[in-house]
């Protein structure tokens, strides 16, 4: 399995997410993390328990969610996957590669799936969720993003709820050559101000914040449990939740129903029950993936659609599912003819135009043209000489193309069908033009010099790994070409659960009581240049809602 998808990733994808493979293996070694004192495998929990909030994935929100609201109510997560700690792999910087290719169907930390339009993605299935898996990039999202999400935010709770969670698991990176240089191009190439560091979304190059410390140990969404109060939590991990339970309730004429609990199995197959008390309720953090696929299980979506699975239809919600969307991403990569350190995301340039720069560089396997292009090899006898590798790339704002989620299976452990009709709508294609014509701006610069080879017979160029940027940046058909050939996942994806069509504005299920999403599912635009500072913030801003409202 693991072998497959790696195989089908586009080769500059694959060396964006290579990381330090020729380097020595970092010890992994850290204090056991404060919720290991209140977890436990499914397979211990009663086969009933009450709780005042019971929250479906301990994800990038779900954590923060369940850690705040743990102040005053007693509190279940039930999270699919296991624990990061421990896992030198997902806990260091140098195993980002092993954890995000070495998958399989079930237990793995990240769950490898593939949309519809043939581009290999990934999804978190570990407590912390895909802030245990992805690149650490941390930014706020664009003032923009709060007045299109739909959602009621306040903004002082928004900023205290950022400040929250920066104290905790964010710190500023150290530029190594390459991002440097990067920085650097981006200024000549017209991206300015020069804004240093910051975790503000502003136009112009910045430094922004990251996970990861300058140790390289990763920080994800799981360390602020550390913040909960013990007595109230419970995390529940291997818990594969199968469907929410619902009742009939005759109070509200504006609902038809409410939730009352969850349906969960655990490793060996057996079932358990989750309930919630009396003005409590069910919080489903279970991702843009998890969330639209959970309330299709349980019945809540387009009624012919359900019927046409034999799902008993609890309640007509015709756009479960609908509007998914995923930020394509293009670039190159190059082979430059000096060392480089090895650095994920840590400079970004952010456009007026719609587009934002980023960067990366690693070191990779060197193989033979006779194998894939830098795939590793698991023979004895493979290459032990590497290079070293920079990726440039870029993403588009929105987008505006989106897709659908289908079931693919009644099991609850098996990823649904997307697809996401990357460039389906031409405004895409035309703000991914522009992004590219930047990127040849910024290796024109100055500061790219150094990473060019000089040729035989005079002059200096690029080596590129994978197809190469068009010469010709003012074809614009050239352009669109390369963009739709080179089409890829920056691991975004978002909606299907929208604010207006299947939650309110406080996220609440329109025509369910008890019931809220409070993950990306409900996110019409992705936030800014990266939504995981979004997310995590968005976990401790509804935690403080939900105390307020109780407190009422």
């Not at 309730?249 to 199995?265: C, D, H, L, M």
């Not at 979004?534 to 976990?539: K, S």
Request: hydrophobic share 40%; charged share 20%; glycine share 10%.
């Amino acid at each position: 399995m693991e072998g497959k998808f790696f195989s089908l990733w586009p080769p500059f994808l694959i060396l964006l997410i290579l990381s330090t493979i020729g380097s020595l293996r970092t010890t992994y070694s850290q204090q056991s993390p404060a919720y290991m004192g209140f977890l436990s495998n499914a397979t211990e929990f009663p086969a009933e328990d009450y709780y005042d909030y019971i929250v479906v994935g301990g994800g990038t929100a779900g954590c923060p969610l369940a850690a705040t609201l743990s102040e005053k109510f007693r509190v279940l997560v039930l999270e699919r996957g296991g624990v990061p700690f421990g896992d030198p792999n997902l806990m260091n910087r140098d195993g980002f590669l092993t954890a995000l290719t070495e998958v399989d169907a079930y237990e793995s930390p990240a769950q490898a799936f593939t949309s519809e339009d043939g581009v290999p993605n990934a999804r978190g299935r570990v407590l912390g969720g895909s802030s245990a898996i992805n690149a650490g990039f941390y930014s706020r999202a664009d003032p923009d993003f709060y007045a299109r999400s739909g959602i009621n935010w306040d903004l002082p709770t928004v900023n205290q709820s950022y400040k929250w969670v920066e104290n905790a698991v964010v710190f500023r990176p150290d530029l190594n050559n390459w991002q440097s240089a990067v920085r650097d191009a981006l200024l000549e190439a017209g991206i300015y101000p020069y804004n240093g560091f910051t975790l503000d979304h502003i136009v112009g190059t910045k430094i922004g914040g990251s996970t990861f410390d300058n140790s390289g140990h990763r920080h994800t969404a799981a360390d602020l449990l550390r913040y909960s109060n013990p007595s109230n939590i419970k995390i529940v991990i291997h818990a594969t939740v199968e469907r929410i339970l619902l009742a009939s309730k005759n109070s509200n004429p504006r609902t038809q129903s409410e939730a009352i609990g969850v349906v969960f199995r655990d490793r060996t197959g057996q079932y358990h029950h989750a309930m919630v008390r009396d003005g409590g309720e069910i919080l489903l953090c279970a991702g843009a993936l998890g969330t639209p696929q959970l309330l299709l299980l349980s019945g809540i979506g387009p009624r012919p659609y359900l019927a046409s699975w034999g799902i008993p239809v609890a309640h007509h919600s015709p756009y479960v599912g609908q509007f998914l969307y995923d930020n394509p991403r293009n670039g190159i990569s190059i082979v430059p003819p000096v060392p480089l350190d090895h650095s994920l995301i840590q400079v970004v340039g952010i456009t007026s135009s719609g587009t934002y720069l980023e960067a990366a560089s690693n070191i990779v396997p060197f193989t033979s043209p006779a194998r894939p292009a830098f795939i590793r090899s698991r023979s004895p006898g493979g290459s032990s000489t590497y290079i070293t590798v920079a990726t440039l790339m870029e993403k588009i704002v929105g987008p505006a193309s989106h897709g659908s989620l289908r079931l693919a299976s009644t099991d609850a452990r098996a990823n649904p069908r997307v697809r996401f009709n990357y460039f389906s709508n031409p405004s895409d294609l035309d703000l991914c033009v522009n992004g590219t014509r930047r990127i040849g701006h910024v290796l024109r610069s100055r500061a790219m010099e150094d990473f060019r080879f000089h040729q035989w017979f005079g002059g200096r160029e690029f080596r590129y790994v994978g197809p190469p940027l068009p010469r010709d940046l003012s074809s614009d058909a050239r352009l669109r070409e390369f963009c739709r050939r080179t089409v890829t996942t920056i691991w975004h994806y978002h909606g299907g659960c929208l604010v207006g069509r299947v939650v309110d504005g406080d996220l609440k299920v329109i025509g369910i009581d008890s019931l809220r999403v409070i993950d990306g599912s409900a996110f019409t635009v992705s936030p800014g240049t990266n939504p995981q500072a979004t997310l995590l913030m968005m976990g401790r801003y509804f935690g403080l809602k939900l105390l307020r409202e109780r407190a009422r």
